[in-house]
């Protein structure tokens, strides 16, 4: 799979934890509430299990 640089959309996101859940590698629950990215970049699918698209290309 190929890796894109992503990031949160942090004004979108609704802290439901799907990336979370999926991606736990990359994705993190920031204290915040909202979701938070790791490394810097994400599996390409990681952007489809965003509920609101709030995952991003960068």
């Known amino acids: 799979m190929a890796r894109k640089k992503v990031r949160i ?14 991606f ?10 909202v979701a938070e990215v790791i490394t810097g970049e994400a599996d390409e699918e990681a952007k489809d ?7 991003v290309e960068d």
């Open 24 to 33: 736990p590698d990359d994705f993190a629950m920031a204290d915040t509430g």
């Open 49 to 55: 299990v965003c509920p609101v698209g709030a995952i």
């Open 9 to 22: 959309d942090t004004d979108a996101c609704i802290g439901c934890g799907s990336c979370v859940g999926n």
